[in-house]
């Protein structure tokens, strides 16, 4: 059976690395009936792009050409389980709240995240993060595509805009008094789970010089308690997005500054940010990551709570306002092929400035002597292209109100919702719940449980599964990727999609990254007492 699957996964996948050799397509059709990339480029003759390298295609051709070996032993690398295990769980990080946190919400128990990546590099980010200024934690999952530049700032900066959006009129004085007195900034955040090693380390001066000019503007307002939380979100999203297409416009005397601007703005993100204060909880979202929260009914019952929409082709409130913010003339072009002009996957995100600028403003950038090549920048305009901007970094905000029978949050990006559904994810979090004994259940009292008992224990024997993951995100990660088209754990299918070499790993799945925060029913039915 391994063997089978490994042969059929690999042979077909090097079908498509020939059609990318040897097509006039930039993008194979034959690879996006499996994992859609959110770029597509449009026919344009043969690809003669030097280096092999085509930055907007979703697929790493340079990589791709590498690896032509048809060898019958390439057919058969497999992963032991231990291997696989050793793979699935190498992202993995938990943490309690309190251990972190000393003012940490009560609200919050623990989390649990992962990722996996399936580009190279890995185009996904998440952070998570506590306020020092104000109350609340922060939980954000990002998306990269056409590389992983924008996704990098994007989850490193967000959280400070919110963070100074939040605060008060009092401590914005404050923060503006250090930095004309040159003493030391009060802290603004308390990382729980940094984004990564940071590339732009020699360069956050300019990010700190356009933070300050945001809360100068706040300051402006005088607003004595600051913007409320959906605000914050809101003006945050839009106003880093408009930072990020700016600092690519201004003149720049640093050469290393301006390639990894220019590389920002012109690759993009989508992301989904959750707010945690107490029994409040606001979710913004822009572009196609998701969040939903699994509930509990008192009679044992699991249910799930969908907190945000995916912007795409597939929303039709999505699609009508696409549709209202373009002239008529526009209502079959705006969206072709299920895709915002005809190549990009999400209506909203952060960057892709090709799809916000005009033509003009685009040309007159790209001739200051940047080496595109060298960058990764594809210069490229879609057809139909007549009155930008058409893609938002403006998020949707839900506000919840948090209840005892709210268990816990799922963050997750694409990568995970392209291949489980809601009720999927939830029930996988809750076997974890029960296997780990957190949410054992009272078979006497509850016996709608019995099933679910029934099927875990069914399920475990018929995998083989003798040591379970301690980490929710690593579950979810484990079935997303070994699930056959029944819906079934298949461990060989696992072994074989995690042996795929990384230049073909894309092809058949996405970056993964997974954060599953679990709340303290106590401490929010105390609260809801107390109101």
């Known amino acids: 059976m391994s063997s089978t699957v490994s042969y059929w996964i690999l042979s077909s996948a090097r079908k498509t690395v020939a059609t990318l050799q040897g097509g006039q397509r930039l993008y194979s059709r034959y690879a996006s009936n499996r994992i859609k990339s959110k770029w597509r480029l449009f026919p344009q003759g043969p690809a003669t792009l030097k280096d092999n390298t085509a930055a907007w295609g979703g697929i790493a051709l340079r990589k791709a050409y590498r690896h032509t070996s048809t060898e019958e032993e390439d057919f058969h690398l497999q992963l032991s389980p231990d291997q696989v295990n050793e793979v699935l769980r190498a992202g993995e990080s938990a943490h309690k709240i309190l251990d972190l946190v000393s003012r940490a919400p009560d609200s919050v128990l623990r989390f649990e995240s992962n990722h996996l990546a399936a580009n190279s590099p890995v185009e996904d980010r998440g952070g998570i993060a506590a306020c020092l200024q104000t109350n609340g934690l922060l939980f954000g999952i990002f998306d990269g595509h056409g590389g992983h530049a924008c996704a990098q700032a994007v989850s490193e900066r967000l959280f400070y805009y919110v963070a100074v959006s939040l605060m008060s009129q009092q401590t914005?004085?404050?923060?503006?008094?250090?930095?004309?007195?040159?003493?030391?900034l009060l802290p603004i955040l308390q990382w729980l789970k940094h984004p990564g090693d940071s590339i732009y380390k020699d360069v956050t001066s300019v990010h700190l010089d356009h933070l300050r000019v945001y809360w100068q503007e706040l300051l402006n307002l005088h607003m004595e308690m600051g913007l409320n939380t959906e605000e914050a979100l809101m003006y945050s999203f839009q106003r880093l997005d408009s930072d990020i297409s700016l600092e690519i416009q201004a003149p720049l005397e640093d050469e290393m500054t301006r390639n990894l601007s220019l590389q920002v703005a012109f690759s993009g993100a989508t992301a989904c940010l959750a707010h945690v204060d107490g029994v409040h909880l606001h979710v913004a979202n822009a572009g196609d990551c998701r969040a939903i929260l699994g509930v509990q009914e008192d009679n044992g019952m699991w249910s799930c709570l969908p907190l945000t929409q995916d912007h795409n082709a597939w929303n039709p409130a999505e699609l009508s306002r696409?549709?209202?913010?373009?002239?008529?003339s526009e209502d079959r072009t705006v969206i072709m092929e299920n895709r915002l002009l005809g190549v990009l996957m999400p209506c909203r995100a952060f960057g892709d400035v090709q799809l916000k600028w005009s033509k003009e403003l685009q040309r007159s950038v790209l001739e200051r002597g940047f080496d595109t090549e060298a960058l990764n920048i594809y210069q490229f305009t879609p057809p139909h292209y007549y009155t930008p901007p058409y893609l938002t970094a403006r998020p949707e905000v839900t506000y919840h109100r948090l209840r005892p029978q709210d268990k816990?949050?799922?963050?997750?990006?694409?990568?995970?919702?392209?291949?489980?559904?809601?009720?999927?994810?939830?029930?996988?979090?809750?076997?974890?719940?029960?296997?780990?004994?957190q949410h054992k259940p009272d078979l006497a009292q509850r016996p709608t449980n019995l099933g679910?008992?029934?099927?875990?224990?069914?399920?475990?024997?018929?995998q083989g599964l003798h040591v379970a993951d301690q980490n929710a995100a690593t579950r979810l990660i484990r079935y997303a990727i070994g699930n056959n088209e029944y819906g079934k754990m298949e461990p060989e299918r696992l072994s074989a999609m995690l042996t795929l070499?990384?230049?073909?790993?894309?092809?058949?799945?996405d970056d993964i990254t997974v954060t599953?925060?679990?709340?303290?029913?106590?401490?929010?039915?105390a609260s809801s007492k107390r109101s």
Not at 452 to 462: E, I
């Open 322 to 328: 696409l549709k209202r913010e373009h002239p008529q």
């Open 172 to 184: 914005l004085e404050q923060m503006e008094e250090a930095m004309e007195s040159m003493k030391p």
């Open 516 to 525: 599953v925060v679990y709340f303290n029913s106590e401490s929010i039915g």
């Open 501 to 509: 070499p990384e230049d073909l790993a894309r092809m058949y799945r």
């Open 452 to 462: 679910l008992m029934q099927s875990l224990l069914q399920q475990r024997k018929a």
């Open 408 to 437: 816990f949050l799922v963050l997750a990006s694409d990568g995970l919702w392209d291949v489980l559904g809601n009720e999927d994810v939830v029930r996988l979090v809750v076997e974890h719940l029960a296997e780990e004994g």
